[in-house]
């Protein structure tokens, strides 16, 4: 798993999003297994069985480092350079160094004196996490993503596969709280660390010493804290800041068809696993008791701003039975949402998954898992609780779990007693305030475009072939086509997880630099470089992606270091110009804003632009393969133009690699 959603899956503002990045060298994470039966309950309840728990390299991982306040600044003015003429980065130059030099240094000193009393955390985890939760507009399109699973190839049933993905999601949440499910850990040398010696040598060290012996095999373990809050997790709207809220004790699925409400239980009283029988028989009774649409379904007000949405459900929360049925909602294991629309093209898909019709969602939850009529899946999630690591790496173990069986249902199976109907009871006053909620719901996700491409006759394969990074490559052709319809570089907001550090977060890459721009000049049909020339500045920005991105992995970025000490000046009232500083805010007003998922379990993922004269960009990169799908607002440059172009600029990359000039 070289890449992962922060979805910002895929993120500015988004802060971080759906596909991010964990880590940019040849190698590999690994999962730890074990094929032994040491552990209490039915090998049928669990999805993995591992020699080294969970989290076991947990309380020694290292935390992630405060970088250098000269460092931040020589890395901040790196970043700028590009968008300003020189005149500009010498005003820049001057406004920053003095702010290092003063405000700077005291805010960073207070920054520090904190980080050294909360050493069970990392200094982005709190203003992360409070920057989230007091967003206070729609969670939908630009906070919550989307990501698509391939098909899969021994269903076409959409319950069918429903049940399969469902009963391997509660086996998976089990082999994680049991401590079994395999640790997250990245190999610099596979075939040396990833071993049965190293998973027996490991497992015997105790927690506090583990990483330090990973480390001597170059493997390094990654920060599993997220994942306690992909299952029973929900975001709590409330006036000025949401709350994360968790139910481990609960039991139950939410399935929402037609904007109806219908809660199971997926783990029985003493937590063995229902069958996939009674979870078929229960979906099916499901799709039995929605045909009609629910024309006032509170789903939609989970798309609404957050402080109105706060008082909408404290108004629901005065009646008890409504009280009750947001709590069933608060404390499922996920949501599972059956769509009964077979999506007629992958526009329709996209958007289908990204934000659905309004009432038949419930963004709030940690992640929804989407089912439509022709069987095609996918995940959206919440970004508040956690980036995408751990619902990649859940993505990844049920379909490929589920790709392996062929289930076919019990004709017989009758529903399981723990089946319910939930219905809001709503006056005539709040069913207006519904209908007004569904109007404005159309209204937001209507302005919203799509467009998508691929290339299939090369990927990550033609690039490692001849030394670059792809990843690096796909950055540069999104500078090459932003600069090729307006002459200029683009502020661009790339994340890259920092999952090697306890509780660590995103880092910002920036990948918009000096090096991107000589390249995109040299590649326009007038300039006069030639062949070797263009595969010179190529090689060179790639190289400097590749820097920033090893930089950013190890926390050696500047965005996180300089939003820390902003967020401390503002907590404390202190005005800095450097924050009000308008290259400062140009730089963070995000024109193209990108995330990764490189998966081959994956189809496609995508957000909408965190900015109105934004774009989103989520693309793909496998071994022979490219893909890429934009979004964009009225504001916005076209983004049907901006996908041709990355992929002209592509093909031109390709034909320069290859010997061919495309300008003649």
Known sequence: MKTVLEFGLFTGVRNSRILKRNVPCKASVSTLLLHSRNHSGSDSDFLQKSSVPTMHFQGSLPRLPIPKLEDTYRRYLDAQKPLLTPEQYERVKEVTKNFIEYEGRALNAELVAKDNLNKNTSYVSEPWYDMYLRY???????????????????????????????????????????????????????????????????????SSLSWYGAYLFKAFPLDMSQYKRLFNSTR???????????????????????????????????????????????????????????????????AEERDYWAELRARLKDNTKNAEILRKIDGALFVLCLDDRKYSDEYEAMRMFLHGVGGDRWFDKSFQLILEGNA????????????????????????????KEEYQPSAAAPPVSSLAKHEFLIDKPFQEILQQSQKRFQEFVGKLKLFAREEEEFGKNFFKANRLSADGVMQLAFQMAYYRMFGCASPTYESCSTAAFKHGRTETLRPATTATVACSEAFDLNHPAGIEEMVHLVRNSSDMHGKLTKEAAMGQGF??????????????????????????LKMNHIILSTSTVSSPNIRMGGFAPVTPNGLGVGYMILDEKLGCNVSAYPDSPSCTDFVELVFKSLRDIYNVFQGHNFKK
């Not at 049933?157 to 990245?186: E, I, Q, W």
């Not at 799709?287 to 509170?298: D, F, G, R, W, Y």
């Not at 790496?393 to 049920?398: K, L």
């Open 559 to 584: 965005d996180r270091h300089l939003f820390a000490l902003k967020t401390i000046s503002e907590k404390s009232g202190r005005n800095v110009d450097f924050f009000q500083d308008e290259a400062y």
């Open 376 to 403: 095609e899946a996918a995940i959206n999630f919440e970004h508040a609780w956690g980036d995408g690591v751990s619902i990649v790496r859940f993505f990844n173990e049920i379909h490929e779990h589920c790709i």
């Open 236 to 302: 709590i709207p409330l006036k000025e800041k949401d709350s994360l809220e968790s139910f481990p004790a609960d039991r139950h699925i939410l399935v929402i068809r037609n904007g109806h409400f219908f809660t199971f239980d997926l783990l029985k009283q003493d937590g063995s696993v229902v069958s996939k029988d009674e979870i078929y028989a229960n979906l099916k009774a499901v799709v039995e008791q929605s045909a009609a649409k629910n024309e006032n379904s509170c789903g939609v007000l989970t």
């Open 136 to 206: 206070r507009k729609s969670i939908v399109l630009n906070h919550n993503p989307f990501i698509v699973f391939n098909r899969d190839p021994n269903t076409s049933d959409p319950l069918v596969r429903a049940t399969k993905m469902l009963h391997a999601a509660v086996r998976f949440k089990k082999s994680f709280d049991k401590g079994l499910l395999a640790p997250d850990v990245y190999h610099l040398n596979p075939k040396k660390s990833d071993t049965k010696f190293f998973r027996s040598f490991v497992r015997l060290l105790p």
